[in-house]
C-alpha cells in the first residue's frame, strides 16, 4: 500500500472490552506528514487507539481510514504499519544487522537494497560500528535505536509509537527525540505517539490529544493546550509543574466587583472577566493558577496590588534553566500546597519561610465545579473539523470535588463563547 | 534519628569473568536529617551501595557505622532501617491500615501508640490519604499503593530511610505529585535517607545533597550549585543539568579559541587559568549569546516549548555541532538574532581534553 496521502482519518471509533467502552467514539484527522501525540494518564485509551490503528485489535464500532482507503477489516501485515514499542521488541536472537533488515526481509526485498538501507539507517542512528553484535551486548539506548533504524528502513504508510522512550535513562531522551524526529522528517508519512508524559508531547508534536477515560478532551498544539485549555482536566494535565487549583467562592466586592474567596486568600476578578463570573456569584468556582503567574511583588512584570498576592510557606526549592521552581503550602489550618516557577534563584535560606506571591490576576483560569468546563479561556475555533470534545471535571480539583458525571459539548459552542467574551 | 558514615566500602562479586568489583572505595557522610540523592547511569553500583547500607548485602572492605555504631556485621532486621522499592510489596491481603499498623501489632506498642502513630503520618500523607487506609492493595493504584508503602515506613520510626526509584514506575504526572509528598514528609520526620535514582532532576528535587556515581565510584557529592557551577569533570556536568550540556571540541592557541575551522580571541579574564592545546567546553543551555558581531548561524532542527518558564529549547546545529539552546519562548522557531550566535565564552566550563578534568569554571553566577 502506498503513502496516505490523504492522512489518517478516524471516525466514530469505538472500542469495547466488555461492557466498557476503553476509546469512546474517537474523531480524529492526522494529516499526511504529520507527527500526532496521544497524550493521557494510565488507562485513557491511548495504547488501545494505536492497536486499532495498527490491526491489532478489532474495531467495535467506527472507521479508521489510510487516506481514501477504509482499512477496518484488513489484517495488521496488509496495512504497512510501523511500530516502535517501549520494549523496542527486537529479538534477542538475531544480530543488530538482521533486526534491521528484518521487515525488509519479510517483503523479500533485493539483497544489494536491503544491504544499502541497513547500511544507511545505521549510519543515522550511530549504530554503524554494532551491526555484528547481539541485542544482549547493547545498552538501552542503543537497544531503541536499533528499533528506529528498524523502522527507518522500512517504507510504511503509517508510523506508530507508543512510548519509546519510557525506558530510557533522563539523559538519553533529548538525544532519542532528535532520533524519532529524525527519521519522521525522512519518512515524510504521517506518525502516531503515545506518551503518558506531556512534557514529551509538547517536545514532538506538531499537534496533540489529550484522552481521558476512552474521550477525546481537546486536540491542539502544545501551547494551546497550555495557553487555553478547553476544561479542568487539559488545564491540570498539560503543563509541568502542573496547573495550581483552588476551590473558591465568588462574592460580591462592596465597589461593587467581584471576589474569588478562599481561606488563603480573595482576589479581585479583573473587570474583563466580571460578565463571565457574575451568574456564579454566591457559588463555588475551580481556580487555576499557572506557576508562572505566581511571582515576587517586587520583580513581577505585571500589576500588583495588595489582594492580589497569596502566602505561603516555603517546602522547596528546585534550580531549573531559567531559575527555580518553589514548592510551597497556604497558612491556613489544612493547607494547601501551590507551586511557582521564578526567573530567579531563590536563596536557600527561604526554606521554611513565609513569602507572599503576586499573581497575575489577567491569566488565571476558572472551572465549572460541576462539568469542569473552562470558563474564560476556552479554545479558539481555529480547527475546520468537527471534533467533539468532551468536557470533564479534573481528577485533581483544589479540595475534591467526587467524580461528577461527564456532559459533552462540541467545540463550536466553546468559541462562541469565547466570542461573547470577546 | 541518626547520621550515617561509610568508610571505604568495597564489594566484590564473583562474574563469569572473574571477580569483578561493584563499589570502588566508596566512602561517604550523611548528616543527622539530611537527604542525600545518589545519581547515576544504570549499573554505576547505586542499588548495591543502597543494599550493603542495609544489610542486604556484606561489604568485602570497609565499614558502616550507624551515628556510633558500628554496623557492619548487623542482620538486616536489626538495622531498624525503612527501604521503599519501586515495586511496592504491600502485604496484599490487608487493607492500607493493616499494611501500616501491622508492625506495631508485632512489636511492644500498645493499642493507642500505634493508631496515634497511624493517625499522624495519615494526617501527614495529605487529605485524601485517610480514604486510603480502608481499602486493600489490589484497589488501589500504583501510586496510590506506593504512598502506602512510604507511609508504612515512615509510621515506624526508621533510624534510617532508603529508598531505591520509589516513584519510576509512576506515570509522570503521578511522580510529580508523589515526589512533593515524599519530600515533605521526609522533612517532617526529619529521617536520615539515602535516595537512589537514574534521573537527576529527582535527585535535585529530593536531595539536600547529591552523590553522583560512575562505575562503582562516587565521582562528586554536593549541593545542586557545587556540581552544577564547580563539577568536577565533564561526567558530572553532563549528567547534572537539563537538558544536558553541549561538548564542543576546542583548542587554544596564542590566546585563541579553535573551533571547528572558527576562531575567537579568549576573554582576558580567562588566559593565564587554561593550558594551550586541545580542550572540552562546556556548554549550558542558557550559556549562548544572540545578536553578536563575531557569531555564527544556528539552524535549527526543532524547538521544545517550556511554558511554564517561557522558554525554548532549540536543538540544531552551530558549526556543524549537535546543540541545545535556551531561548525566549517568542523566539522557538527562529529569530534574526540567531544568525550571530555563540556561547559567551566566560560563563562556560572548561575541561581536559585527556582526563576530563575540570580545568575553568566561573561559579555560581552572582544575582545581586
Known amino acids: ?422 | 534519628m541518626t547520621s550515617l558514615r561509610l568508610e571505604h566500602i568495597v564489594k566484590d562479586y564473583d562474574g563469569p569473568g572473574g571477580r569483578q568489583p561493584a563499589l570502588r572505595d566508596i566512602s561517604l557522610e550523611v548528616g543527622d536529617g539530611e537527604a542525600l540523592a545518589i545519581v547515576g547511569p544504570s549499573g554505576c553500583g547505586k542499588s548495591t551501595l543502597l543494599k550493603v547500607v542495609a544489610g542486604l548485602e556484606f561489604p568485602t572492605h570497609g565499614r558502616i557505622y550507624y551515628g556510633d555504631l558500628d554496623m557492619t556485621e548487623i542482620k538486616p532486621q536489626d538495622r531498624g532501617v525503612g527501604m521503599v522499592f519501586q515495586d511496592y510489596a504491600l502485604y496484599p491481603a490487608m487493607k492500607s491500615k493493616g499494611n501500616l499498623a501491622y508492625y506495631f501489632e508485632h512489636h511492644a506498642y500498645t493499642h493507642e501508640q500505634m493508631e496515634e502513630r497511624v493517625r499522624r503520618t495519615a494526617e501527614l500523607m495529605g487529605v485524601d490519604f485517610q480514604h486510603l487506609l480502608g481499602r486493600f492493595p489490589e484497589t488501589l493504584s500504583g501510586g496510590e499503593q506506593q504512598r502506602v508503602a512510604i507511609a508504612r515506613c515512615i509510621v515506624r520510626d526508621p533510624t534510617i530511610f532508603l529508598m531505591d526509584e520509589p516513584i519510576v514506575n509512576l506515570d509522570a504526572k503521578r511522580r510529580e505529585q508523589t515526589r512533593i509528598e515524599i519530600k515533605k514528609l521526609l522533612r517532617t520526620f526529619h529521617v536520615t535517607t539515602l535516595y537512589v535514582t537514574h534521573d537527576q532532576q529527582e535527585a535535585i528535587f529530593m536531595g539536600d545533597r547529591l552523590a553522583v556515581m560512575r562505575a562503582g565510584r562516587i565521582e562528586q557529592v554536593g549541593s545542586f550549585d557545587d556540581l552544577y557551577y564547580t563539577p568536577v569533570n565533564l561526567f558530572v556536568a553532563t549528567f547534572i543539568g537539563s537538558p544536558p550540556l553541549t561538548v564542543l571540541p576546542a583548542a587554544l592557541s596564542e590566546g585563541r579559541l579553535h573551533i571547528a575551522g572558527q576562531s575567537w580571541p579568549l576573554p582576558e579574564d580567562l588566559t593565564g587559568r587554561l593550558p594551550s592545546g586541545p580542550l572540552r567546553l562546556g556548554v549550558r543551555a542558557e550559556h549562548w549569546l544572540r545578536d553578536q558581531p563575531d557569531g555564527l548561524p544556528l539552524e535549527i532542527s526543532h524547538s521544545e516549548r517550556i511554558p511554564t518558564e517561557r522558554i525554548a529549547l532549540v536543538h540544531g546545529h552551530w558549526l556543524g555541532q549537535r546543540v541545545i539552546v535556551s531561548l525566549p519562548l517568542e523566539e522557538a522557531d527562529g529569530s534574526p538574532g540567531l544568525q550571530r550566535l555563540r556561547p559567551d565564552w566566560e560563563q562556560l566550563l572548561y575541561f581536559a581534553a585527556d582526563d576530563e578534568h575540570l580545568l575553568y569554571s566561573p561559579g555560581p553566577p552572582a544575582l545581586f
Not at chain 1, 500526532?36 to 467506527?62: I, M, N, Q, Y
Not at chain 1, 496495512?79 to 517483503?107: K, M, W
Request: hydrophobic share 40%; aromatic share 6%.
Open chain 1, 1 to 422: 500500500m502506498g503513502p496516505a496521502s490523504g492522512g489518517i482519518v478516524i471516525e466514530h471509533l469505538v472500542k469495547r472490552f466488555g461492557e466498557r467502552a476503553v476509546v469512546d467514539d474517537l474523531n480524529l484527522h492526522i494529516q499526511p506528514g504529520e507527527l500526532f501525540v496521544l497524550v493521557g494518564p494510565s488507562g485513557c485509551g491511548k495504547t488501545t487507539t494505536l492497536r486499532l490503528l495498527a490491526g491489532l485489535e478489532p474495531v467495535s464500532d467506527g472507521r479508521i481510514y489510510f487516506g481514501e482507503r477504509l482499512v477496518n477489516d484488513i489484517r495488521p501485515r496488509d496495512r504497512n504499519v510501523a511500530l516502535v514499542f517501549q520494549d523496542y521488541a527486537i529479538f534477542p536472537h538475531l544480530t543488530v544487522f538482521e533486526n534491521i533488515a528484518y521487515g525488509l526481509r519479510a517483503r523479500h526485498a533485493p539483497r544489494n537494497l536491503i544491504r544499502e538501507r541497513v547500511a544507511n539507517a545505521a549510519r543515522l542512528f550511530r549504530i554503524e560500528h554494532l551491526l555484528g553484535r547481539k541485542p544482549r551486548q547493547l545498552s538501552g539506548g542503543e537497544r531503541q535505536r536499533v528499533a528506529l533504524a528498524r523502522a527507518l528502513v522500512r517504507d510504511a504508510a503509517l508510523y506508530l509509537y507508543d512510548e519509546p522512550l519510557a525506558n530510557l535513562d533522563a539523559q538519553l531522551r533529548h538525544q532519542a527525540r532528535e532520533d524519532i524526529l529524525t527519521l519522521h522528517r525522512q519518512k515524510g508519512q504521517p506518525a502516531v505517539y503515545v506518551t503518558h508524559d506531556q512534557a514529551e508531547a509538547m517536545a514532538l508534536g506538531d499537534r496533540i490529544a489529550v484522552m481521558r477515560d476512552g474521550k477525546l478532551q481537546q486536540v491542539g498544539s502544545g501551547l494551546d493546550l497550555y495557553e487555553r485549555p478547553c476544561n479542568q482536566f487539559v488545564a491540570f494535565f498539560i503543563g509541568s509543574p502542573g496547573i495550581n487549583l483552588f476551590e473558591v467562592e465568588v462574592h460580591p466586592d462592596q465597589d461593587g466587583g467581584l471576589r474569588l474567596v478562599h481561606p488563603a486568600f480573595r482576589l479581585p476578578v479583573p473587570e474583563e472577566f466580571q460578565a463571565r463570573v457574575a451568574p456564579y456569584t454566591g457559588r463555588r468556582l475551580n481556580l487555576g493558577i499557572r506557576p508562572e503567574h505566581l511571582q515576587p511583588p517586587k520583580r513581577a512584570d505585571f500589576a500588583v496590588s495588595e489582594d492580589s498576592t497569596i502566602r505561603g510557606l516555603v517546602n522547596v526549592i528546585e534550580p531549573t534553566v531559567s531559575g527555580c521552581t518553589v514548592y510551597l503550602s497556604t497558612l491556613e489550618p489544612t493547607p494547601r500546597d501551590f507551586v511557582a516557577t521564578l526567573k530567579a534563584r531563590l536563596p536557600g535560606s527561604y526554606l521554611g519561610r513565609e513569602v507572599p506571591l503576586a499573581v497575575n490576576l489577567r491569566k488565571i483560569h476558572l472551572f465549572d465545579p460541576e462539568d469542569g468546563q473552562a470558563l474564560l479561556h476556552g479554545p479558539l475555533a481555529t480547527d475546520d473539523r468537527p471534533i467533539r470534545v468532551t468536557v470533564s471535571p479534573s481528577g485533581e480539583p483544589a479540595n475534591g470535588p467526587a467524580e461528577q458525571p461527564t456532559s459533552e459539548r462540541e467545540t463550536s459552542e466553546a468559541s462562541t463563547q469565547r466570542e461573547e467574551q470577546a
